[in-house]
């Protein structure tokens, strides 16, 4: 089973314009990564923030994490064309392993 | 650096046929795993690899899925015989192992199954 949810499922906005999407999981974790996905293509690590920081930036990026809500975000601002992707969470322990949600689907439109 | 390289790029087989996914991770990349990506869904671990040893299969369905690396390097993975429902994309990403299970996965660009 999956351990990360991602909310919204999709998401259209405009260019120019911010993009939230949220992660929830269930169990503890040692850290979460959230990855990009381009339509027919392999998933690409865009941050990792481990659970003891609360938030970390790279880039138009930036990822927040409550560990006492069991929750993320990512928030890309000032959208551009090429970030229409799906946009995956992924939970990581001590076992070198990650459990994926099922993505947010972002359309931005010109 | 080379990224992780996945062959074929796409394949269609008729259901009861058998189907084999070839990985090469990055050079010095010790853990290797597969995963399968079904239309709408994230990826999910089929198997992972610590060098040329399997660290976890509990995903993998042993009946028909197979998977090897031997010499710790380039990884196979076969399906014997391919039923419909495992038409998906079939991911393969490695990492180089550090201490506290925070390293970065690099994926390949997949393989996309069609099972008729």
């Known amino acids: 089973s999956q351990q990360g949810e991602e909310d919204p499922q999709a998401l259209s906005i405009q260019e120019g314009e911010n993009a939230t999407m949220n992660c929830s999981y269930k169990?503890?974790?040692?850290?979460l990564q959230w990855y990009r996905q381009n339509s027919g293509r392999g998933l690409v690590h865009l941050i990792l923030i481990r659970s003891n920081e609360r938030e970390k930036h790279s880039g138009r990026l930036r990822v927040t994490l409550d560990t006492s809500k069991k929750s993320s975000s990512l928030l890309i601002t000032a959208s551009r064309a090429a970030d229409t992707a799906s946009y995956f969470c992924?939970?990581?322990?001590?076992?070198?392993?990650?459990?994926f949600g099922a993505g947010t689907t972002v359309t931005v439109r010109a | 650096e080379a990224g992780v390289a996945q062959s074929p790029r796409y394949k269609i087989i008729e259901k009861r046929q058998s189907v084999a996914f070839w990985c090469n991770p990055i050079s010095g990349h010790a853990t290797l795993y597969w995963y399968q990506q079904i239309l709408g869904q994230g990826p999910k671990l089929l198997i992972q690899?610590?060098?040329?040893?399997?660290?976890?299969d509990s995903q993998l369905p042993k009946d028909r899925f197979s998977a090897e690396r031997l010499k710790g390097v380039d990884s196979t993975l076969k399906i014997q015989p391919a039923k419909l429902e495992d038409s998906a994309v079939y991911l393969c990403a490695s990492s180089f192992m550090t201490s506290g299970g925070l390293e970065t996965q690099y994926f390949g660009p997949g393989t996309r199954l069609l099972v008729l």
């Open positions: 690899f610590q060098n040329n040893g399997v660290v976890d």
């Open positions: 992924a939970t990581g322990n001590n076992d070198y392993k990650l459990s």
């Open positions: 169990t503890s974790i040692n850290n």
